[in-house]
């Protein structure tokens, strides 16, 4: 799996390509922990080119959200989400949890 960070003015956009799984969500939990340590809670989570996340990935995506929803300083937004991430999302009870965007400039647009 990589992992890229892109600040932008009202956001960070933080893109994945590849499997979330336990053994690469520590590094999706390194990237997120340190976008929020420099003060930024608003993230635009690009899933496009996931192609899959495992309950490891899903605590990640959780934990983050907790954090940046915490003292209301913003919160983490999904996109490009795909069908099969998206139903395993449903299957875990997290869709009432974070807000889903088509592509990552829709994302971007609602901050």
């Given at each position: ?29 390194k ?5 929020n340590?420099?003060d ?20 990640v ?27 395993a999302?449903?299957?875990?009870g997290?869709?009432?949890l ?7 400039t829709e ?5």
């Amino acid at each position: 799996m990589q992992v890229t960070t892109k600040r932008l003015k009202r956001c960070e956009l933080v893109k994945a390509t590849g499997r979330i799984d336990s053994n690469t969500a520590p590094q999706l939990t390194k990237a997120l922990d340190a976008i929020n340590k420099a003060d930024c809670f608003r993230i635009v989570f690009d899933m496009s080119e996931v192609e899959f996340i495992s309950s490891a990935g899903l605590r990640v995506l959780i934990n983050a959200q907790k954090t940046c929803k915490r003292w209301n300083r913003g919160e983490l937004v999904l996109a490009g989400v795909s069908q099969r991430i998206h139903e395993a999302l449903d299957l875990a009870g997290f869709l009432p949890l974070f807000k889903f965007y088509d592509d990552a400039t829709e994302a971007v647009g609602s901050f």
